[in-house]
């Protein structure tokens, strides 16, 4: 006996069919479905995460140093005023291979939610044989007997979420979907920080090789004033090798500079998503300009300005669905079963016999050894991790603002200093040269002077990179919505990819 034949647990009339003309057993398919419908509609769902009080912990009622509305929605490099910066980020925003990674994962992630959610339907799968047989009579050399045997059929399959697993299932699966999407966010806010600091970080290589090229000259026209005298017997051989000492100090200076603004440059194109050589098209000189620091707002704003934040909270969600759906997996399933099918021996009378099967399974676990209660307890561990997480992300996000403001707090006070060391420093090489020049002192007060004024001048360019970079630093550490209010929430290569 076949599947076919079996007894037929509920079945239509077939007269009912042909009077109202409709496929056999569709009627009672139709019912199956109505009634799954509403048992899923009535399905409760004991096991539905509770809300965690205080879940992001300890949060500050205020920052430090700065305390006021903030406006977050616009691109924060705009305030820099370059022109060069704007396109190099935008760039980036559209070819960065991290950013594609990340929405490549967040596609993989969509489809895992898909079909997480798919088992909310029922399944039905289609099929259909065709089967011929040729008999030959062993008595009679030409006597055959042919048969042609055809079967068309439909099978449906449906699990009532008595407990809510299939939801708690699919819940998670989207909070996953959403803390990737934060990923990708991230993704953005970081790439724009690293294209600025890098930038900034040329820019002062760049100055930093104009000013030893000019100190290079300048030395080398004391060098050569000094040669004079020396000739003249106005000075000792001393002299001549300290200076040309200098000179081969600064000329030792300059490959070094060189060679890191080229390594800055491969950085910045890799990150735009090209070779290490290709061109950028950078052309501006000086360093900007940097005002006022911007609006903070509160601490809890970070919870929705900074993606990581979000991120981790969202995953926190996540592991609390799949906390419901493993403890639902330890309470019985009931899944309904159906299946029609259409043959007969001859394809004139396909549709004349006809079979129906209504079924129904309990399944309910009676002994595992501890296996689901053991995915229960990982379950809760795996959501202790990420609630210990989300409070670590919170955290981790305000010191980076406390951080960068007291960074930038400092570091223009210790610009305020080097600049009037530096207006000391020129000061006391006025009066060193003028003394020389008198005959009053050796070259020894000259050399010291002119090396420390040196040194002030790159020190100088160091220290206010590294000020534009503490600033650079805050505006990643706040986050914002800048990415959606921009349009660059998907790249359009990613959407051409996706496409």
């Known amino acids: 006996m076949n599947q076919y034949t079996q007894p037929v647990a509920a079945s239509c009339p077939p007269s009912s069919f042909r009077d109202r003309r409709l496929p056999p057993g569709y009627i009672c398919l139709r019912q199956l479905l109505f009634y799954c419908a509403i048992?899923?509609?009535l399905a409760c769902s004991p096991f539905k995460p509770q809300e965690i009080p205080h879940a992001a912990g300890r949060v500050p009622a205020e920052f430090s140093l700065y305390n006021e509305p903030t406006d977050l929605s616009a691109p924060w490099w705009e305030s820099i005023g370059s022109t060069e910066l704007d396109r190099l980020i935008r760039k980036a925003l559209e070819q960065n291979f991290t950013l594609n990674v990340a929405f490549a994962r967040l596609r993989q992630a969509r489809a895992l939610a898909v079909q997480a959610g798919a088992d909310r339907y029922p399944s039905v799968e289609g099929y259909a044989s065709s089967e011929y047989n040729q008999k030959r009579n062993a008595s009679s050399k030409y006597l055959t007997k042919d048969s042609d045997t055809y079967a068309?059929?439909?099978?449906?399959s449906y699990e009532l979420d008595l407990w809510g697993r299939i939801q708690s299932q699919r819940e998670a699966a989207i909070q996953t979907v959403l803390a990737t999407q934060a990923d990708l966010q991230t993704a953005k806010v970081t790439i724009a920080a690293e294209m600025a600091d890098r930038w900034v970080r040329l820019l002062s290589q760049?100055?930093?090789k104009q000013v030893l090229e000019k100190q290079l000259e300048n030395?080398?026209?004391i060098l050569d004033l000094i040669e004079l005298r020396f000739r003249k017997a106005m000075v000792s051989a001393l002299d001549v090798f300290q200076q040309r000492q200098v000179v081969a100090n600064i000329r030792a200076k300059l490959p070094l500079v060189e060679a890191e603004a080229q390594l800055l440059h491969h950085e910045l194109a890799v990150l735009s998503g090209l070779p290490p050589r290709a061109r950028l098209g950078l052309s501006q000189?000086?360093?900007p300009v940097i005002g006022e620091l911007?609006?903070?707002?509160?601490?809890?704003?970070?919870?929705a300005n900074r993606p990581d934040v979000?991120?981790?909270g969202m995953r926190l969600k996540a592991s609390q669905w799949q906390v419901a759906e493993a403890r639902a997996n330890r309470l019985p399933a009931i899944e309904l079963s159906a299946y029609a099918q259409y043959g007969e021996s001859g394809l004139n009378a396909l549709f004349d016999t006809w079979l129906i099967n209504l079924a129904a399974e309990l399944t309910a676990p009676l002994f595992d050894a501890g296996k689901r209660a053991a995915k229960v307890d990982r379950a809760k561990a795996e959501m202790d991790e990420n609630l210990w997480t989300y409070r670590e992300v919170v955290i981790t996000a305000i010191k980076e603002v406390?951080?960068?403001l007291e960074s930038e707090t400092r570091q223009r006070e210790h610009i305020e200093g080097l600049e009037a060391v530096m207006a000391a420093a020129r000061s006391g090489l006025e009066e060193a040269t003028m003394r020389y020049r008198s005959g009053l002192s050796d070259y020894l007060p000259v050399l010291t002077q002119l090396i420390a004024v040196q040194n002030l001048e790159l020190d100088l360019i160091e220290q206010r990179e590294i000020l534009i970079r503490f600033r650079i630093a805050l505006y990643r550490s706040l986050g914002g919505a800048w990415i959606e209010t921009t349009g660059l929430s998907e790249t359009p290569g990613n959407k051409n990819q996706q496409g």
């Open 39 to 41: 048992l899923s509609v």
């Open 152 to 156: 068309l059929g439909l099978s449906a």
């Open 206 to 208: 760049r100055l930093q």
């Open 219 to 221: 030395n080398r026209i």
């Open 285 to 287: 000189s000086p360093l």
């Open 294 to 303: 911007p609006g903070l707002g509160l601490p809890a704003d970070l919870l």
């Open 310 to 312: 979000r991120a981790a």
């Open 402 to 404: 406390e951080d960068a």
